[in-house]
């Protein structure tokens, strides 16, 4: 992993062609404006759309809710790409992540939590995935600023 705290790797991919949670793996995912190839949203109200199309995770942030005992895995809350090595800390409403090759990402907003992920956590507490209550323990959207095919093991950089 790299020692660079503003550049990672992609570690998982996810979606649902039917709609919800869990996302299942897939070892590449096409990213357009309007979402992820593959990928169903039930809900357009609260997900999907350009400034939604992308949700992302920092796989730390999964690793520490892990640590804590929930019982979350990868793709479990909805997330379609997780990253490895950027700092939790680094990501934001107009930070742009660079995609080895062509893909660009820029994050719009963070993801809130809603009761469809509760199976993942301790007695359902989905809050435990809120920027509320703690801003790096967070799931973030995203918008396709340049669209493309992301892989796994391919590295992303944030912008500085």
């Known amino acids: 992993m ?12 996810h979606v649902n062609p039917n709609g919800g949670v869990p996302k299942h793996p897939v070892s590449t995912l096409q990213v357009h404006t309007q ?15 350009p400034d939604r199309a992308v949700c992302l ?13 929930h019982p979350i895995s990868p793709g479990s809350t909805g997330e379609n790409l997780l990253i490895a090595g950027i700092e939790p800390t680094a990501y934001a409403p107009g ?3 660079n995609f080895e090759g062509d893909v660009v990402l820029e994050i719009t907003t963070d993801a ?3 009761k469809t992920i509760a199976a993942s956590f301790i007695d ?4 435990a995935l ?9 799931r973030w959207y995203a918008r396709v600023v340049e669209e493309g095919t992301l892989v796994l093991g391919q590295s992303v950089r944030r912008d500085q």
């Open 95 to 97: 930070v742009r992540l």
């Open 112 to 114: 809130p939590p809603c």
């Open 124 to 127: 359902g507490t989905f809050r």
């Open 130 to 138: 809120s920027h509320k209550r703690q801003a790096t323990v967070t």
């Open 2 to 13: 790299p020692s660079d705290p503003l550049t990672g790797v992609v570690v998982g991919l």
């Open 35 to 49: 979402g992820c190839a593959g990928d169903r949203q039930n809900d357009r109200r609260h997900h999907g759309g």
């Open 57 to 69: 995770m920092a796989e730390e942030v999964l690793t520490g809710l892990m640590g804590d005992g």
